[in-house]
């Protein structure tokens, strides 16, 4: 596993966090909130991070089981990325189990295979 996130990778979370805290829809929130999840993921900091705002916005919205769901995840996610555990795909809700796989979405893939660039 690296050490660091790769540039575009950065890129990619960074914007997904973005379009999270830019919206007013909040659909849209969760779903770049699980996007920027599912880039995390390798990266315990960053995993952690992308647990920290869906807490943030699970408060907001008064889910106290996605709220509580998420205080899970924050203790460990960031170790089970460090151990290579993080299971691909997973969007971070606690509407899918912790250890789920699922599909990375294409777009997603491109990037963390490295077959594509981010642009800012």
């Known amino acids: 596993m690296a050490t660091s996130m790769p540039p575009a990778v ?3 979370f960074e914007a997904e966090l973005a379009a999270a805290r830019a919206s007013t ?11 920027a999840h599912v880039l995390s993921q390798p990266w315990a900091w960053a ?7 869906m807490l943030v916005l699970a408060v907001r919205c008064r ?8 205080v899970v995840r924050l203790v460990v996610g960031g170790p089970g990325s460090l151990m290579g555990r993080a299971p691909a795909g997973n969007t971070g809700r606690t509407s899918v189990g912790l ?10 893939a491109a990037i ?9």
């Open 63 to 70: 889910d106290r089981a996605e709220a509580f769901g998420q």
């Open 10 to 12: 950065r890129a990619a």
């Open 99 to 108: 250890m789920t796989v699922m599909p990375v979405p294409d777009d997603l």
């Open 25 to 35: 829809d909040l659909d849209a929130m969760w779903t770049a909130l699980e996007r």
């Open 112 to 120: 963390l295979d490295g077959r594509t660039e981010v642009t800012t």
């Open 47 to 53: 995993h952690t991070r992308a647990h920290w705002h």
